[in-house]
């Protein structure tokens, strides 16, 4: 009995120290999307996701044009609540097409909680991007983590 | 003829009964009697099921649901029908900005 409640509590002990390792390697970084399209958008949305499943959302901030000059549409109960592994960002404008971005823009930086020891492999794609017309735009987007690596 | 035949004389003759049987003594209603009424109201009663159970109640309820749910599932294909989108995909913030501009 003794032996068996001894085994116990180191196999407690371990789970403990173990989550205890993963907690703390916890960092944060911010991921800045870009969009480059040759024409105007008047509205885009992408998707950023982990493969390696360390990174959670802890919020999103607007990009660089005045068009867009509020913070982006995305759930943000989801990002409150720590549960972000993945998350759906977009937003739109009603502005003049002159006023619309083009070219290489920032539209948003995610800023992330990552944990473990594994490196976060992330996977942006662009959801749809569109003109002032409302016709689909064939955009690239790319990001830059803010150490500096742009992928 | 006494006194108070004299006061009825000028009334009316139903209305002489009726002040009379008026005063009549009360029927006495013994403890014996009390109990074999309340005996028989609580079996009349007895198998009486309470208001918010009895039928009516509930064939209101379930017409008020079905006629909800009805109401919903007719509005929302009008709704979908307003809406600029195409079927073939999900919606997403391109149909948001259609909307908006409307």
């Known amino acids: ?151 | 003829m006494t006194h108070n035949d004299d006061e009825f004389e000028e009334l009316p003759e139903a209305l002489v009964e009726a002040l009379k049987s008026a005063n009549e003594a009360v029927p006495l209603i013994t403890a014996r009697v009390d109990r074999e009424v309340l005996k028989m109201a609580r079996e009349q009663f007895a198998g009486r099921k309470p208001a918010w159970r009895r039928r009516p109640a509930w064939a209101a309820v379930a017409a008020t649901v079905l006629i909800t749910i009805f109401v919903v599932q007719l509005d929302q294909p009008m709704q979908q029908a307003n809406l600029p989108m195409r079927a073939a995909r999900p919606a997403d913030i391109s149909d948001v900005l259609t909307l908006a501009r409307e």
């Open chain 1, 1 to 151: 009995m003794k032996k068996w409640l001894v085994a116990l509590v180191l196999l407690s002990l371990g789970t403990f120290g173990h989550s205890y390792a993963d907690d703390a390697n916890i960092r944060f970084t911010a991921v800045d999307i870009y969009l480059d399209s040759a024409e105007p958008v008047a509205a885009w949305q992408f998707e950023l996701g982990d493969r390696a499943g360390v990174m959670k959302v802890v919020g999103v901030e607007q990009g660089d044009s005045p068009a867009y000059a509020h913070a982006p549409y995305y759930d943000r109960e989801a990002v409150r609540l720590g549960e972000a592994d993945r998350i759906i960002v977009a937003d739109y404008s009603l502005a003049d097409v002159v006023e619309l971005p083009s070219g290489r823009v920032r539209v948003a930086t995610v800023h992330l909680m990552l944990s473990g020891d594994d490196d976060a492999d992330f996977n942006l794609f662009l959801v749809t991007a569109t003109t002032y017309d409302g016709v689909v735009t064939d955009a690239r987007i790319s990001f830059d983590v803010r150490t500096g690596s742009e992928q």
